[in-house]
């Protein structure tokens, strides 16, 4: 791979050398960032599916009799708020429980009833795409196959298309299945024409002033950078002045930039293109990553549109960048997603940045239909090396809240070493490579007291390694919301907290304890307890499991989007704020949020609100 060194606060990095890039322009209605369970679902009513009423008969009287009253069976025609008063479940949005008591009734109370609704494709198709950094099914793909569901397999399943367990007998789902059925969806349902993979979104941005309404057929346009260089002087001076002025005050593009192009004597021939010299080199070692990334810096600089070629804005901690680099483990951990953190992808200011007039300038007659684009997305393409920018009318976040694991708070100036992972998938990688060298490894220390901490110590024991389990409170409530004969491991790993480990093998609880330092080197923990003794500890790996984060990386700092507006959105303590009844963000307008980010923690709710979107979008429409 072509590489460029560059000198920042006296240390010396590699990065990519970007030449030859052209940025691509496409509009669409709907813009999906995500391709998890909530884009899937999303695309599959946007593609004309909707849910239609077949029977009024639900075992709630109170809705059934509200149930009677509507006048069409299609339900995306319905007030759907209405129709889920009073309605009560596992989610707060009251349209996913109505969604989910229509297609499953009274699934909680174990019973299998019909389901009072079908899906039909009747609806209107809007034109939509879908940008993920993985295969669809998003994080299901990063988890360990074997790990099982908290839902009912019959509950990971989406509109159109039942899960249907791959033994006959499952009562929960595995992960690895769970993945397989997503992708699957995505071709069943006929959706892949909808679909972006390997797509890293890097910004977004509000069209505050109205955008030009060229012709009444969208199409793609090729958008290339011009490198700044002064039009030459045509032989008419007094007229190369006088449409200097003209432009100026009214910037409508008179010739397509691809004609200026092939004009050879044209200043725009020399075109300012930045691209990855060997786009599909990119799965890079994870000591090479650690090499050449720089490890987290921020620019001083506002840089004007013009500049192309530039890092200054490469930054990210490298191990979102590399964490997950097993490339000879399958496809549990996409090597494209990996490398896709929009902190780690280097910015292409393109025509569009901070200028909505540069659309206008580079807009084809055939660029937009009648309604004026909101929003702009800037992508890049981790595949191909390359830049896309979409314009929609409507931007949705159904992101998850997956992307980011939660990290510790190290000391200043010290890194997470190789040693420490934040997910179990990487924890059992790494102890089966180091197992093939060591025969007798050193303890992992796992800390956290959820349930991804539950199944690294599973995972670590049936591995006959001794696990350092270190969690803040006294007892963990692990377990104690999980029926114990659905839940037999979860409960197991409860009991070996509360008892600390004197009756368990391979066992020690270090419960209200604190990490306080870490040497890299020689893989050596210090743990500060409640009494303040330090202990030390010479350890294999250590596995911190504290929740993971949304990436939301690509959104404006003053887009202040949770409930809490002074708070990060945390899918348990600060969703997005949104309109219960469409789910449209509170205060922005066109955008709207679903799935995890919105407060639908099961796949089972997310349906729900896709149909809230999708109402909303037919009203907007007048379908």
Not at 81 to 96: D, V
Not at 164 to 183: C, L, P, Q, T
Not at 190 to 210: A, M, S, W
Not at 570 to 598: C, R
Request: with cysteine; hydrophobic share 35%.
């Amino acid at each position: 791979m072509h590489k460029e060194k560059i000198k920042h606060l006296g240390q010396t990095h590699l990065l990519p050398t970007m030449k030859n890039v052209s940025s691509e322009v496409i509009h669409k209605d709907v813009v999906i960032i995500g391709n998890g369970p909530s884009g899937l679902a999303l695309s599959y009513m946007l593609s004309g599916n909707i849910p239609y009423l077949i029977s009024t008969s639900h075992p709630d009287d109170l809705l059934s009799a509200r149930l009677g009253t509507i006048n069409s069976n299609s339900l995306v025609h319905q007030d759907l708020l209405e129709l889920a008063n009073g309605l009560e479940g596992r989610s707060t949005n009251p349209i996913s429980l109505l969604l989910d008591s229509l297609a499953q009734p009274y699934a909680d109370m174990g019973l299998e009833l019909t389901p009072l609704i079908e899906w039909r494709k009747e609806g209107n198709e809007i034109d939509h795409v879908v940008l993920g950094k993985g295969p669809p099914g998003g994080s299901w793909h990063d988890m360990d196959p074997n790990i099982l569901t908290l839902s009912l397999g019959t509950w990971m399943a989406l509109p159109g298309l039942p899960y249907r367990a791959r033994d006959g007998s499952e009562k929960r789902a595995s992960a690895g299945n769970v993945a397989k059925y997503y992708s699957q969806y995505v071709k069943e349902m006929q959706l892949e024409k909808y679909f972006k993979t390997g797509i890293c979104v890097t910004r977004i941005r509000q069209l505050d002033e109205p955008s030009v309404t060229c012709g009444p057929e969208p199409s793609k346009i090729k958008k290339m950078e011009s490198d700044g260089e002064p039009r030459r002087p045509k032989i008419c001076s007094l007229s190369n002045a006088l449409n200097f002025i003209r432009l100026r005050a009214n910037r409508k593009c008179k010739r397509r930039r691809d004609a200026l192009v092939k004009n050879e004597q044209s200043p725009d021939r020399k075109i300012r293109e930045v691209v990855l010299k060997a786009p599909n080199q990119i799965n890079w070692r994870c000591q090479e990553a650690l090499e050449t990334v720089p490890f987290s810096y921020s620019s001083p600089v506002n840089r004007s549109v013009n500049v192309s070629c530039d890092f200054d804005s490469f930054q990210s901690p490298c191990d979102s960048f590399c964490g997950k680099f097993f490339n000879e483990h399958g496809s549990f951990f996409n090597q494209v997603k990996s490398s896709c953190h929009s902190s780690t992808v280097p910015h292409f200011l393109n025509n569009c940045d901070n200028d909505s007039d540069r659309l206008k300038e580079n807009c084809d007659p055939a660029t937009f239909r009648g309604s004026n684009p909101k929003w702009l997305v800037e992508t890049y393409d981790a595949i191909t090396g390359g830049y896309v920018t979409y314009t929609c009318n409507y931007l949705v976040l159904a992101n998850g809240t997956s992307d980011l694991p939660n990290r510790l708070s190290l000391p200043e100036n010290q890194r997470s070493p190789h040693w420490m992972v934040h997910d179990v998938r990487s924890l059992e990688l790494n102890l089966d490579r180091h197992a093939a060298t060591n025969s007798n490894p050193e303890p992992v220390l796992v800390i956290g007291a959820g349930l991804s901490a539950a199944d690294a110590i599973i995972a670590t024991r049936c591995r006959d390694i001794p696990v350092l389990h270190l969690f803040r409170h006294k007892n963990g409530d692990l377990g104690k919301k999980l029926p114990e004969n659905m839940y037999p491991e979860y409960h197991k790993v409860h009991q070996m907290m509360q008892d600390g480990g004197s009756t368990y093998p391979l066992y020690t609880a270090l419960p209200e304890c604190t990490l306080t330092d870490i040497d890299s080197e020689k893989r050596i923990v210090s743990i500060k307890t409640k009494s303040g003794e330090k202990l030390t500890f010479n350890v294999s790996f250590a596995a911190v499991l504290i929740g993971a984060h949304s990436d939301l990386s690509f959104v404006p700092d003053n887009f202040n989007l949770g409930v809490n507006k002074n708070l990060p959105i945390d899918n348990k303590a600060n969703n997005i704020d949104i309109n219960k009844l469409n789910y449209s963000v509170t205060g922005i307008n066109n955008l709207y949020a679903m799935g995890p980010l919105a407060g639908d923690n099961f796949v089972r709710f997310i349906p729900g609100g896709a149909l809230a979107i999708v109402s909303d979008l037919y009203k907007k429409y007048g379908y």
